[in-house]
């Protein structure tokens, strides 16, 4: 490869020829007319101060000469001039006193171009006057002029000659090297074009000893220092911990070949921030000399790196509360089971599940549930170890994680049952949400482990079992997991099974139990469920209505229910037995009445029934319709258009809010069996039972008591003024079949 430095001088060559002929040509134009000048001025000047010295030594001599009597002398000084004037002088001579006054006048024309020279005139040692001489210098001037003439013509002959034998020589290699250059740089400018088309990978290239010798337009960008400091130092210096990694990993260096592995991330701050850069080497290598250098392809990952970060923080904790989730904290269970088995330490995990949240969240709205989520996230991490793990596994449900409590089992039960306490006290203190000061508690589950081979799925639904024991036993408490709690928890999972099948199977009967009014008359019947088990037999609806109502299953039952009310209605109607004032009712779920197409549903399930008249009382629960109440108010009225009549189901157990019952458009009241059966022992029952019949009345509200099993209640709640009864002392509930029979065999009773 051609140097620059050497290029650069081939190229210079003609012009350096070039000059040098000039200046040749220039000196042989100029010296000849010069040294002539030169020699031709100095003798001729020579010459008239000789003639002018040998004229004025004449006067001196041969003339008397006083200050006074110039006049009377000119004419013999014109004689002693012409007398001592040289041959071949052809100069004009003036004599002139020592004031100035021309004595002896010039002789002939002046000269355009002359010479001229002077010499004193003496007497007595006294200077009386000078001689001047001046002679024409033409003949020097033409002759220089013809010399220069010839000069120029010789000097152009050369200059051509060498123009034309050296100069193009010269250039045309110059050319071709320059063409040779300019291919060589366009190929250059390709490559390092290539190299830095892109700003996301940085290319470093060093000799053996890692000097950088290429650094491109991406390093700059991505090291922040220009090329023009890097080129020629170490690479050791370019980045803190090159050097350690390069020392360290040399030999895998030079094993690497060109693949680019193995690569390696810088960490570093640019500008106050974080910055990651991947970093993948290889070796330069040519077949003829080996190993010659490396190569660094540098990225920068910053953002990969933060993409990824989020993305795993996504991935392992709750975006609410900012705790970790189920994911990281199974992880966690995992390594601290393992610890605990290998230094023989007992842990423990805790669920949390907080109180009738739902309550909250559905009252004043998502908002402020999320808020109180959050104070609730911070109450528990601000109350454990640092040691300790907090998570959100979803919804309002917490799980704490203490490892390596302590090898001694009583110990560690004592000291996780008083942390359990504190947790349950802190969460139970007055949040303030948006203004709104809330109180909620929690039901906290306790699994320790290790006891056994169980896994971290193993603890945490021991754990959850042990919670739902605390709910079960009135909240705000907190539970060990025992043995037994896991066979509770086992049966449950398999009548949830058996539930399913249930329904799959059509194992679900209606039942109905008559309803009376005041006269006894019969006025309804409500529609109840059983469960007719295949190995257990007949099951009660409060053995598993809880189950389905958690599972979500009991919207198939409702649905069954309905629709065995309304054919049923149909079928007597259409037989003469029943009059067209006869009513069903059907006591309805909270998770039905919330569903958005509820009304859509009694209507389609009306609208099959084909009946006249409806027919139709739904029974609902206080807490159903003042959890919504804008929602319920318009759900009801929409169906009361189509003759739906609605009922209070066990008014007194739930909120029984004076001014809610006002602004609902329900129909009937009906008192709650656990009112009505000590009423006529039990003075507050009695102020109760009374207090409802009276609120009835004055909303113009029918009232219907359930549980009557005596005639003296009978009689008693017939003189509070109550409209309907139903229980024992009438009739149990009845299967389709029976009640069909009882309405053919009694439509009014005699107690």
């Given at each position: 490869m051609i140097q620059a430095d050497t290029r650069q001088s081939l190229l210079g060559i003609p012009g350096v020829l070039k000059r040098l002929s000039i200046a040749l040509a220039v000196l042989i134009i100029v010296m000849p007319p010069l040294g002539y000048w030169i020699?031709?001025?100095?003798?001729?000047?020579?010459?008239?101060?000789?003639?002018?010295?040998?004229?004025?030594?004449?006067?001196?001599?041969?003339?008397?000469?006083?200050?006074?009597?110039?006049?009377?002398?000119?004419?013999?000084?014109e004689h002693l001039v012409e007398e001592f004037r040289p041959r071949n002088l052809k100069a004009n001579i003036t004599v002139l006193d020592n004031a100035g006054h021309v004595?002896?006048?010039?002789?002939?024309?002046?000269?355009?171009?002359?010479?001229?020279?002077?010499?004193?005139?003496?007497?007595?040692?006294?200077?009386?006057?000078?001689?001047?001489?001046?002679?024409?210098?033409?003949?020097?001037?033409?002759?220089?002029?013809?010399?220069?003439?010839?000069?120029?013509?010789?000097?152009?002959?050369?200059?051509?000659?060498?123009?034309?034998?050296?100069?193009?020589?010269?250039?045309?290699?110059?050319?071709?090297?320059?063409?040779?250059?300019?291919?060589?740089?366009?190929?250059?400018?390709?490559?390092?074009?290539?190299?830095?088309?892109?700003?996301?990978?940085?290319?470093?290239?060093?000799?053996?000893?890692?000097?950088?010798q290429y650094y491109n337009d991406a390093a700059e960008h991505l090291f922040g220092r220009p090329g023009h400091e890097v080129l020629g130092t170490s690479l050791y210096d370019l980045h803190d911990e090159l050097r350690k990694i390069m020392k360290e990993n040399r030999q895998i260096w030079e094993m690497?070949?060109?693949?680019?592995?193995?690569?390696?991330?810088?960490?570093?701050?640019?500008?106050?921030?974080?910055?990651?850069?991947?970093?993948?080497?290889?070796?330069?290598?040519?077949?003829?000399?080996?190993?010659?250098?490396?190569?660094?392809?540098?990225?920068?990952?910053t953002e990969q790196r933060k993409v990824a970060e989020i993305v795993q923080r996504q991935a392992t904790y709750d975006s609410l509360t900012d705790l970790p989730n189920r994911r990281l904290f199974k992880e966690q269970l995992d390594k601290a089971l393992a610890t605990g088995r290998r230094h023989n330490h007992l842990g423990a995990a805790l669920f949390m599940d907080l109180d009738n949240f739902k309550n909250i969240n559905d009252s004043l709205g998502h908002a402020?549930?999320?808020?109180?989520?959050?104070?609730?996230?911070?109450?528990?991490?601000?109350?454990?170890?640092?040691?300790?793990?907090?998570?959100?596994?979803g919804g309002d449900e917490f799980v704490a994680l203490l490892p390596e409590l302590s090898d001694d089992p009583e110990e560690a039960?004592?000291?996780?049952?008083?942390?359990?306490?504190k947790l349950r006290q802190t969460l139970s203190m007055p949040y303030v949400i948006e203004l709104h000061t809330l109180h909620v508690t929690s039901s906290i589950g306790i699994s320790v482990f290790p006891t056994g081979e169980e896994g971290p799925d193993d603890i945490m639904r021991q754990a959850d079992t042990a919670m739902y024991r605390a709910k079960e036993a009135g909240r705000n408490t907190l539970k060990f997991f025992l043995p037994s709690m896991q066979q509770a928890a086992e049966e449950k999972l398999k009548v949830l099974g058996d539930l399913r099948q249930g329904i799959e199977q059509a194992e679900f009967l209606a039942y109905f139990q008559p309803q009376f009014?005041?006269?006894?008359?019969?006025?309804?019947?409500?529609?109840?469920?059983?469960?007719?088990?295949?190995?257990?037999?007949?099951?009660?609806?409060?053995?598993?209505?809880?189950?389905?109502?958690?599972s979500g299953l009991v919207l198939e039952l409702g649905d069954y229910v309905l629709e065995a009310?309304?054919?049923?209605?149909?079928?007597?109607?259409?037989?003469?037995?029943?009059?067209?004032?006869?009513?069903?009712?059907?006591?309805?779920s909270p998770l039905q009445f919330k569903q958005d197409n509820f009304v859509?549903?009694?209507?389609?399930?009306?609208?099959?029934?084909?009946?006249?008249?409806?027919?139709?009382?739904?029974?609902?629960?206080?807490?159903?319709?003042?959890?919504?109440?804008?929602?319920?108010?318009?759900?009801?009225?929409?169906?009361k258009k189509a003759g739906v009549r609605f009922s209070i189901d066990d008014f007194g157990t739930g909120y029984s809010s004076l001014a809610y019952l006002k602004s609902l458009p329900v129909d009937e009241i009906k008192i709650d069996r656990s009112f009505v059966r000590d009423a006529i022992h039990n003075n507050r029952d009695a102020a109760l039972v009374e207090t409802i019949v009276t609120l009835a009345s004055r909303l113009n509200l029918d009232t219907i008591a359930e549980g009557v099993e005596t005639k003296e209640l009978y009689e008693y709640l017939k003189q509070l003024g109550c409209n309907a009864y139903q229980g024992f002392l009438f009739s149990k509930p009845l299967s389709q079949d029976e009640f069909r029979f009882f309405l053919k065999s009694r439509q009014h009773l005699a107690v």
């Open positions: 020699i031709s001025y100095q003798h001729e000047s020579s010459h008239l101060e000789q003639s002018a010295e040998l004229i004025a030594h004449a006067i001196s001599k041969k003339a008397y000469i006083y200050p006074g009597e110039w006049d009377l002398q000119v004419a013999r000084l004595l002896v006048p010039r002789q002939g024309q002046p000269f355009s171009l002359q010479i001229s020279a002077d010499s004193f005139i003496h007497s007595n040692d006294r200077v009386v006057g000078r001689v001047v001489l001046q002679e024409s210098i033409a003949g020097i001037v033409y002759t220089i002029i013809l010399i220069g003439l010839v000069c120029l013509v010789l000097a152009s002959g050369l200059l051509g000659a060498i123009n034309h034998y050296s100069i193009r020589g010269i250039q045309k290699a110059t050319s071709e090297i320059n063409q040779t250059h300019e291919d060589m740089h366009r190929q250059q400018m390709y490559l390092d074009g290539v190299l830095s088309s892109s700003r996301n990978v940085a290319i470093i290239a060093t000799d053996k000893e890692w000097v950088i690497a070949g060109n693949d680019g592995k193995p690569g390696f991330i810088l960490d570093g701050q640019r500008d106050g921030q974080a910055r990651y850069i991947e970093v993948r080497p290889a070796t330069i290598t040519a077949p003829q000399y080996g190993l010659s250098g490396f190569t660094l392809m540098c990225t920068d990952v402020v549930g999320d808020a109180l989520l959050q104070e609730v996230a911070k109450r528990l991490k601000s109350s454990l170890r640092e040691e300790d793990t907090v998570a959100r596994l039960i004592n000291g996780v049952q008083k942390l359990a306490d009014d005041a006269g006894l008359a019969l006025a309804g019947a409500e529609t109840l469920i059983r469960w007719q088990h295949p190995e257990r037999g007949l099951i009660l609806p409060n053995e598993f209505i809880p189950l389905a109502e958690e009310a309304l054919e049923g209605l149909r079928s007597w109607l259409s037989a003469g037995m029943v009059s067209p004032l006869f009513r069903v009712s059907v006591n309805i859509h549903n009694i209507e389609y399930m009306l609208g099959n029934a084909g009946l006249e008249s409806t027919g139709l009382t739904l029974e609902v629960t206080e807490g159903m319709l003042l959890d919504d109440i804008e929602s319920a108010v318009e759900k009801i009225l929409a169906l």
